[in-house]
């Protein structure tokens, strides 16, 4: 099995594993209360904590991985690689951060 089907039959997987349970909960007529937008706000924080940190690993790893093979190929230039490659970083390392400020402030239109 390839990496490729793997994937996609874990994201079916996981689908199915958070939309079974709600549609077995499901409520025909229900009425509406205050506390369904706020659970849906709850919902997106999580994802985008978990994407803004997958999104800035990926570029981090893709970031040293490039430098260390640019520092492979020509060690002279180690120094003059390095300084770009941490200030790369700390670009991708704060818009992960910013993400994570930016749930944690839809966390707070949450109501208790």
Not at 49 to 76: D, F, K, V
Not at 88 to 102: M, Q, R, Y
């Amino acid at each position: 099995m390839s990496l490729k089907s793997k994937l996609s039959l874990s994201a079916v997987v996981g689908t199915a594993l958070v939309l079974v349970p709600a549609m077995a909960l499901a409520q025909d007529g229900a009425a509406s209360n205050k506390y369904d937008a706020n659970s849906w706000l709850a919902v997106a924080a999580g994802f985008a904590i978990g994407i803004a940190a997958l999104g800035g690993t990926m570029g981090q790893g893709r970031a040293a991985a490039a430098a260390l093979e640019g520092i492979s190929r020509n060690p002279g230039a180690a120094a003059r690689i390095q300084t770009p490659m941490i200030l790369g970083l700390a670009l991708i390392e704060s818009l992960v951060l910013l993400s994570w400020v930016i749930a944690f402030f839809l966390q707070g239109k949450i109501a208790p």
